[in-house]
């Protein structure tokens, strides 16, 4: 199998297992620093794909099922990072477009920040969801199929998508065509070297961790190669949505814990009831401490969950 990136011929395995137990490999091409599923889907089956079974099959709680208001409301509680990362973009008179934006938790949360927003999403309850929560257009589809002018957006975003889609320069060129020459494309992906995956010895963390649903993975130096490939130029970021305690359960038991929401935002120790509240606040706080100080080491390791960039246009 050929990268389906650049071509090139001699992948190595990253892993010959999925979660759910699927025999599918990855691969990874270290000329493109990026890994790929080796049986993916395309095409119209693709599409239907995202239409009408990927929120059935991935929820952020692994118990039951979740709806779009659900997901909402888990989403909403987690955007802080993001909103920070790219608030000196988000002027009065801005525009922004979400690609991909599910829900539409993102757009929630910056809407009384900026002029106008839209959104894309190929699922169409979650798009219905969005458009009625953020009150703005959310198409349901693909960017070149709706009527959104292209040039015309200050930020265009897209979180946690770029894995998913068939060909991810086609998709960063596209949506290229939607910024402003002097807006910024902000780009956002699972990493392939979060430490759970890259430096600790958890097997069924990796299994985990590669599902049928992402066709790529990306390193930091594939996003670089990428963007220029696309002609862009910016800034890759590391950051870490899960917590220090979220990765002792790992370490611990190599299970994941019952809902992703457990496993983000401040830790906390279970504190009974009858406990001193003076000292469940110290204790509390020392675990909050710690986190900080655990996920700014792995941001310095480049081992964080997520990466991305926000990048500009090239110009020639
Ligand atoms: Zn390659």
């Known amino acids: 199998m050929n990268c389906p990136l650049c071509g090139q011929k001699e992948p190595q395995m990253l892993t010959d297992r999925l979660r ?14 990026a890994g790929y599923l080796e049986d993916r889907k395309t095409g119209d089956e693709l599409k239907a794909y995202y239409r009408d079974a990927y929120r059935k099959e991935y929820k952020p709680d692994l118990r039951k099922q979740a709806d779009a208001g659900r997901l909402f409301d888990i989403a909403a509680r987690f955007q802080e990072d993001r909103i920070a990362r790219i608030e000196r973009y988000l002027r009065k008179e801005a525009s922004v477009l979400d690609v991909g934006c599910s829900s539409g938790a993102f757009l929630y949360r910056i809407k009384d920040k900026v002029q106008a927003l839209a959104g894309v999403e190929p699922d169409p309850e979650a798009a219905r969801f969005a458009s009625r929560a953020c009150g703005c257009p959310v198409y349901a589809g693909y960017l070149p199929e709706t009527p959104l002018p292209k040039g015309s957006f200050d930020v265009v975003c897209s979180f946690q998508v770029m894995e998913h889609v068939e060909d991810p320069l086609a998709f960063l060129l596209q949506m290229k065509e939607y910024v402003k020459d002097d807006g910024v494309l902000c780009v956002e992906v699972p990493n392939l070297r979060d430490a759970l995956v890259s430096a600790f010895e958890l097997p069924n963390y990796r299994r985990f961790y590669f599902r049928s649903a992402h066709l790529f993975y990306f390193g930091d130096r594939g996003l670089r190669l990428l963007m220029e490939r696309a ?19 790992w370490a611990l038991s190599d299970k994941p814990q019952p809902s992703a929401e457990d496993g983000m935002g401040e ?45 500009r246009k090239k110009r020639d």
């Open 231 to 249: 002609g862009l130029e910016g800034d890759v970021f590391y950051s870490q949505d899960y917590h220090f305690v979220n990765h002792m359960n």
């Open 20 to 33: 759910n137990g699927e025999p599918l490999r990855v691969l990874y091409c270290p000329d493109c620093d």
């Open 267 to 311: 830790p906390a120790f279970p504190l009974r009831r009858e406990a001193d509240p003076d000292a469940g606040a110290r204790l509390n706080g020392f675990l909050r401490r710690v986190n900080r100080e655990y996920k700014a080491l792995l941001e310095e390791l480049g081992m964080t969950s997520k990466i991305g960039f926000i990048a």
